[in-house]
């Protein structure tokens, strides 16, 4: 069986754990059974391989986000990533072509898309595999799963099943409504579209194809940027008249915002936090490296980054995006392929970074056109390639780089940097990699 796991969003409705790079499938906040934290992206991988353990899983990401997917699942991950964004359709249909052309998967193996971040319990991901096998049958071209409501949302569509059985016809979809026809909806039968559906590949493949003018893969991601935005759901499955839908009644939260996602957590701090007996349904996650102390709170959630600090009530937290839409904020820290950096400080002609490199993990080996860099290493062991020549590094070292100087650094244990970047105009953009020689 094959999973598409649906990974995008900028994640701004979880400000400010959650940047463009870093959104919330990516943030540490629930216990895995060895008692460490883990984020949704490694807790859903972990709950599929126990249910699946053969299935072949693939990201379908962004690039911006395929960096810190590798970091936390590892080289393992199959990462099928888009140029840009263009929304569900495109993102599904250059995955198809990607199994197709990349994997070599066959025209009749089942297909199983789902998001990556709902909190969900082990029944789920049986449904998941039954999803695949109802797909791999061929007892109908697509394959839904409707999660029974449990209340009138206006987040999601609907689905009407022509009966009340655990598999069902679907008889139609139904637009995201307002809460009072979300109402009618649930007394009708209808379940949410959780966004969860299963196919043969053929299907996937057949309509991109038909509407995206699919040859293979490498011409589909090099027209990726002209597509239309579009949902799977607007694009195939609300017109799709050969589908069915399995009824799921277990634990599924879509956490979506800061009030749902800490109905999720299992203690009311992640961080140093102190909260005194006064304070009631109040939750902290405090990523900064000052304790906070909360007194006499209620019903509120305060979050702590280095890119802010919220401090809200719990349902008014769920408005915060248009907010957040005002800021004109660097991104201050990301997980990477090869580690993790957290910015420091920013002056007008100089940015310092802290930069934790995993062990056996390198940079890019890479130059800059408009900036000196400066490195001072402050824990582990390891080995810069400065111009060629490469070096031992420890505790202690400071390695100097010009600008238009070619330069990496590798660790060999993990391996802790303090870089500090000196330069009029100090961009990401002002990277340029080359080949590392052996």
Same mark, same amino acid.
């Given at each position: 069986?094959?999973?598409?796991?649906?990974?995008?969003?900028?994640?701004?409705?979880?400000?400010?754990?959650?940047?463009?790079?870093?959104?919330?499938?990516?943030?540490?906040?629930?216990?895995?059974?060895?008692?460490?934290?883990?984020?949704?992206?490694?807790?859903?991988?972990?709950?599929?391989?126990?249910?699946?353990?053969?299935?072949?899983?693939?990201?379908?990401?962004?690039?911006?986000?395929?960096?810190?997917?590798?970091?936390?699942?590892?080289?393992?991950?199959?990462?099928?990533?888009?140029?840009?964004?263009?929304?569900?359709?495109?993102?599904?249909?250059?995955?198809?072509?990607?199994?197709?052309?990349?994997?070599?998967?066959?025209?009749?193996?089942?297909?199983?898309?789902?998001?990556?971040?709902?909190?969900?319990?082990?029944?789920?991901?049986?449904?998941?595999?039954?999803?695949?096998?109802?797909?791999? !049958?061929?007892?109908?071209?697509?394959?839904?799963?409707?999660?029974?409501?449990?209340?009138?949302?206006?987040?999601?569509?609907?689905?009407?099943?022509?009966?009340?059985?655990?598999?069902?016809?679907?008889?139609?979809?139904?637009?995201?409504?307002?809460?009072?026809?979300?109402?009618?909806?649930?007394?009708?039968?209808?379940?949410?579209?959780?966004?969860?559906?299963?196919?043969?590949?053929?299907?996937?493949?057949?309509?991109?194809?038909?509407?995206?003018?699919?040859?293979?893969?490498?011409?589909?991601?090099?027209?990726?940027?002209?597509?239309?935005?579009? !949902?799977?759901?607007?694009?195939?499955?609300?017109?799709?008249?050969?589908?069915?839908?399995?009824?799921?009644?277990?634990?599924?939260?879509?956490?979506?915002?800061?009030?749902?996602?800490?109905?999720?957590?299992?203690?009311?701090?992640?961080?140093?936090?102190?909260?005194?007996?006064?304070?009631?349904?109040?939750?902290?996650?405090?990523?900064?490296?000052?304790?906070?102390?909360?007194?006499?709170?209620?019903?509120?959630?305060?979050?702590?980054?280095?890119?802010?600090?919220?401090?809200?009530?719990?349902?008014?937290?769920?408005?915060?995006?248009?907010?957040?839409?005002?800021?004109?904020?660097?991104?201050?820290?990301?997980?990477?392929?090869?580690?993790?950096?957290?910015?420091?400080?920013?002056?007008?002609?100089?940015?310092?970074?802290?930069?934790?490199?995993?062990?056996?993990?390198?940079?890019?080996?890479?130059?800059?056109?408009?900036?000196?860099?400066?490195?001072?290493?402050? !824990?582990?062991?390891?080995?810069?390639?400065?111009?060629?020549?490469?070096?031992?590094?420890?505790?202690?070292?400071?390695?100097?780089?010009?600008?238009?100087?070619?330069?990496?650094?590798?660790?060999?244990?993990?391996?802790?940097?303090?870089?500090?970047?000196?330069?009029?105009?100090? !961009?990401?953009?002002?990277?340029?990699?080359?080949?590392?020689?052996?």
């Amino acid at each position: 069986m094959n999973i598409i796991l649906l990974s995008g969003g900028s994640g701004k409705r979880l400000w400010p754990l959650s940047n463009d790079i870093r959104s919330k499938q990516f943030i540490k906040l629930f216990k895995n059974p060895d008692g460490e934290y883990e984020s949704m992206v490694q807790r859903v991988y972990r709950q599929i391989r126990c249910a699946a353990p053969d299935a072949n899983i693939t990201f379908a990401t962004s690039r911006s986000q395929a960096s810190a997917i590798y970091n936390q699942i590892g080289d393992a991950a199959g990462i099928c990533a888009e140029p840009c964004r263009r929304d569900t359709f495109p993102a599904i249909s250059l995955a198809a072509a990607w199994l197709r052309d990349k994997k070599h998967v066959l025209a009749e193996e089942p297909v199983v898309v789902c998001p990556v971040d709902p909190f969900a319990g082990e029944d789920y991901f049986d449904a998941i595999v039954e999803l695949g096998k109802l797909a791999e !049958s061929g007892a109908s071209d697509l394959v839904l799963l409707g999660i029974l409501p449990s209340y009138p949302s206006e987040k999601y569509g609907y689905i009407l099943p022509e009966d009340d059985r655990p598999v069902s016809r679907v008889k139609l979809f139904q637009e995201k409504p307002d809460a009072e026809t979300a109402q009618r909806y649930i007394e009708q039968g209808a379940l949410w579209n959780g966004g969860i559906f299963a196919a043969r590949l053929g299907y996937f493949l057949r309509l991109a194809e038909e509407k995206l003018g699919l040859t293979d893969y490498d011409d589909l991601f090099d027209r990726y940027a002209a597509l239309e935005r579009i !949902s799977f759901d607007y694009a195939i499955a609300e017109k799709e008249k050969n589908a069915l839908v399995r009824r799921f009644a277990g634990e599924w939260w879509d956490l979506g915002t800061w009030n749902t996602l800490t109905r999720a957590m299992e203690e009311a701090s992640v961080g140093d936090a102190v909260l005194n007996g006064t304070c009631e349904n109040v939750h902290v996650i405090n990523e900064l490296d000052v304790p906070v102390l909360c007194m006499g709170l209620k019903n509120a959630v305060i979050s702590a980054s280095p890119e802010g600090i919220l401090v809200s009530d719990k349902e008014q937290s769920s408005y915060i995006l248009p907010f957040v839409d005002q800021m004109d904020q660097k991104i201050m820290f990301a997980d990477k392929s090869w580690g993790s950096f957290r910015v420091i400080d920013v002056e007008d002609e100089s940015m310092t970074i802290k930069v934790t490199l995993k062990p056996g993990r390198s940079m890019n080996y890479h130059s800059h056109e408009h900036r000196d860099e400066v490195w001072t290493v402050i !824990s582990g062991e390891g080995r810069t390639v400065v111009d060629g020549m490469e070096q031992p590094v420890h505790p202690g070292d400071v390695i100097t780089m010009q600008a238009g100087c070619r330069h990496t650094i590798i660790a060999d244990t993990e391996l802790k940097v303090i870089e500090v970047q000196l330069g009029r105009e100090i !961009s990401v953009n002002d990277k340029r990699k080359y080949e590392l020689e052996s």
